[in-house]
């Protein structure tokens, strides 16, 4: 599954739903206005609960919706011959040694495999007791 795809999908769901809830809560208080504390307390959350179950549920289809979508390095919007288009991973991507994707065999690396570079600065700083997040430390330990 490419998320960063499935993501646009997702923010435009959570909006819709955040809208919802907002109009829902204007309604909830609405209804509850002249009512004594106990009574309103109880009938707003009513409303809200009501409200959260159904988004769970609906939530939860949604969810396998975008397994059904986004599967299969395609993006399937309908069921005819012409209803998926292939989702094309970048170059960089699949050369990056890192990500590991064209690395990858039965007997490993399961992994990317980090940089030389990268893994030196974190050696020589383990080595010379410093944190390799701290530039200015290793500098110290240098001198």
């Given at each position: 599954l ?9 923010r ?14 204007e309604?909830c ?12 307390g109880?009938?707003?959350?009513k ?6 179950s159904?988004k769970?549920?609906?939530?939860w289809?949604?969810a ?17 011959e012409?209803g ?17 994707y ?20 974190q050696?020589?700083?383990a ?12 500098l110290?330990v240098?001198?």
């Open positions: 490419n998320f960063q795809l499935i993501n646009t999908d997702v435009a769901k959570a909006s819709i739903v955040e809208d919802e809830g907002q109009k829902l809560v309604r208080f609405a209804r509850v206005k002249g009512m004594d504390r106990d009574r309103a109880e009938e707003l959350a409303c809200g609960n009501a409200f959260a159904a769970v549920a609906e939530w289809e949604y396998f919706s975008l397994f059904g979508r986004y599967s299969r390095y395609g993006i399937t919007t309908n069921e005819s012409n998926q288009r292939m989702q094309v991973y970048p170059a960089w991507w699949l050369n990056n040694a890192e990500v590991g064209s690395l990858w065999a039965a007997h490993g690396p399961y992994h990317g495999i980090p940089e030389p570079s990268r893994l030196g600065v050696a020589l700083a080595a010379l007791g410093a944190s390799s997040q701290s530039p200015t430390a290793l110290l240098l001198l």
